[in-house]
């Protein structure tokens, strides 16, 4: 049943790890307005993706892919409005993506006139898989896709007013033999002649997540170190999720060499969708690293997102989900009582409590209504608990355990989740005036 071939990843050695912890945040590029926007069953529109794009200027992006603006009149109008409209602020680099075509280069050009500055990211396809199947073509003739598109690159921006930085991407890096891939890329550097103040980007995607992340890391440590002018190369990487993995891919690509990240808000992309930043940036943060990004009204930027891409943020969904800082379960609950008062008490600034990797407030979410929530799996330390924050009632310690279980009795008999108007009602009912 189970004895179906699929992709196999390149044998690795696993030898790599230039560093053994991210210690700052690398260059973030969102790629919502392009990658997500293609993926979503009714993509935006224009005046949403001018939401959008406020959005994560508001969060602090300074790299934002808008789009595929040779790919309809919709993303070319878009980019005209940013430009005409002088949407853009100073210290935001657009970044747009075309095709190593000809025409749709030149289309692309066309779209950014007037732009102050822009990232012009070029792509072609270089694994075996797409040069057997799609493009029927040899290793020499998709590097010269790639080398034709670079060069173009080159002599239009030479010919266009703005400051423009070019970014090439072996689309399927990861199903691509690395002596190739490495000879692809270093054939458009050698085109493109980066230097110090002019640098150029290589962004290696994990197009389909096909290997595990140390494979990855162990691919691009390779590119890390065998690029050709790597001092002037922003060495970027591109994960999907296609694995589930996409964020430990990411963070062990950091690890491995990587200076920048493009991903989207919530994962959201083809398939399974791209990196999350939101997870990568509050891992770091939760690590004492400042991601430089500004996640500290999370409902704000959750409901943006889910109106204007009319996708839903999961439950469980890291840091953002409505359920991630919740407990219900009496030990569970305990604890965090418990940790909250010890951190209290000793007026403590480092965050240490049981049970919740990060101070909710910090991305604004509220103890009362996020944390401690009461059912039939709750305890007496939660159902004190929510007295006292809600209500100011201190229930002596002998007391707890006989009014958490009349309370979780009740919601044992009903099914149901009691809210904490219920529970002191029931509290009340049994206790005050008696
Ligand atoms: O996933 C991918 O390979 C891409 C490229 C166009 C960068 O989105
Ligand atoms: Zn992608």
Request: aromatic content about 10%; overall charge negative; charged content about 25%.
């Amino acid at each position: 049943k189970y004895q179906k071939m699929y992709y196999m990843p390149p044998k690795v050695t696993y030898d790599w790890v230039s560093k053994d912890a991210i210690d700052k945040a690398p260059i973030w590029c969102s790629v919502d307005l392009r990658d997500g926007n293609q993926a979503l069953i009714e993509p935006m529109s224009l005046e949403e993706k001018l939401e959008f794009f406020d959005l994560l200027v508001d969060i602090g992006f300074k790299e934002i892919e808008v789009g595929f603006p040779a790919a309809s009149e919709t993303e070319f109008m878009f980019m005209r409005a940013l430009i005409e409209q002088n949407h853009i602020p100073e210290d935001v680099t657009i970044q747009v993506l075309t095709q190593a075509r000809d025409h749709i280069i030149r289309r692309t050009f066309e779209a950014i006139k007037g732009a102050p500055h822009a990232v012009v990211h070029v792509y072609n396809s270089t694994s075996l898989a797409q040069r057997e199947q799609v493009f029927k073509k040899n290793m020499a003739q998709v590097k010269e896709i790639a080398i034709k598109g670079a060069k173009l690159l080159k002599d239009l921006a030479e010919k266009t007013d703005g400051n423009f930085t070019f970014e090439y991407s072996p689309e399927s890096f990861s199903g691509t033999e690395m002596e190739y891939a490495l000879e692809v890329c270093n054939a458009v550097i050698d085109i493109w002649e980066p230097n110090e103040s002019n640098k150029c980007i290589i962004n290696l995607p994990t197009t389909v997540e096909n290997a595990m992340p140390h494979t990855f890391a162990t691919q691009l440590e390779y590119m890390h170190k065998n690029l050709n002018s790597r001092e002037n190369i922003i060495l970027s990487i591109h994960p999907h999720n296609d694995r589930g993995t996409g964020v430990a891919t990411a963070e062990l690509g950091m690890l491995a060499g990587a200076d920048r990240i493009e991903g989207t808000l919530f994962g959201n992309g083809e398939r399974t969708g791209n990196v999350d930043i939101i997870t990568l940036a509050l891992n770091m943060f939760s690590q004492g690293v400042n991601p430089g990004l500004d996640f500290s009204n999370m409902s704000y930027i959750r409901e943006k997102y889910e109106r204007l891409t009319r996708m839903h943020v999961y439950e469980r969904q890291p840091y953002a989900g409505d359920l991630v800082f919740t407990a219900f379960s009496g030990s569970h609950q305990d604890a965090i009582a418990k940790g909250m008062t010890y951190r209290e008490e000793r007026g403590e600034e480092k965050w240490t409590v049981p049970y919740l990797p990060i101070d909710p407030q910090d991305i604004g979410r509220r103890y009362d209504s996020d944390v401690i929530r009461i059912n039939s799996q709750s305890g007496k330390g939660g159902v004190s608990y929510i007295l006292k924050q809600s209500y100011g009632i201190n229930v002596p310690e002998k007391m707890r355990e006989e009014v958490g279980y009349l309370v979780k009795d009740v919601s044992d008999k009903a099914h149901k989740e009691l809210t904490p108007a219920l529970v002191y009602q029931i509290f009340s009912e049994n206790y005050v005036n008696t």
